[in-house]
């Protein structure tokens, strides 16, 4: 089993930034993908951002440019950098972890991050 626990979100003004933490604990396969995903209210979860173990990123379209994905291998953590904030960013941010050998997906409980306008 595999735990994830995000920390970091929180009110931000339009313009502002915030980073998102994510660690993972428990038995960890080390190829593995890890990132992020969001959900508004009322809407689907999206992804935002991903990256594999072995460095490897890909962004959605609406925060290419704004927001920087990075993660520490040996502290089986994953970070969001989010920078020029907009209010369509607010949403639940969860965090994610797939394995790539038996393809079992793991999520965090979410976090909220709200943009003031």
């Known amino acids: 089993q595999v735990q994830l626990v995000e920390t970091g979100g929180g009110l931000v003004q339009a313009g502002g930034s915030l980073r998102l933490s994510c660690a993972a604990s428990?038995?960890?396969?080390?190829?593995?993908?890890m990132g992020w995903y969001r959900q508004g209210l009322g809407e689907q979860r999206d992804l935002v951002a991903i990256?594999?173990?072995?460095?490897?990123?890909n962004y959605a379209d609406s925060v290419k440019g704004r927001f920087t994905i990075s993660r520490d291998n040996g502290k089986n953590t994953v970070n969001l950098q989010m920078n020029s904030l907009k209010p369509e960013d607010t949403a639940v941010y969860y965090c994610y972890l797939k394995h790539i050998t038996d393809t079992r997906t793991y999520w965090g409980q979410g976090t909220q991050v709200t943009v003031s306008s």
């Open positions: 990256i594999t173990s072995g460095n490897n990123a």
């Open positions: 428990g038995s960890i396969s080390s190829i593995n993908d």
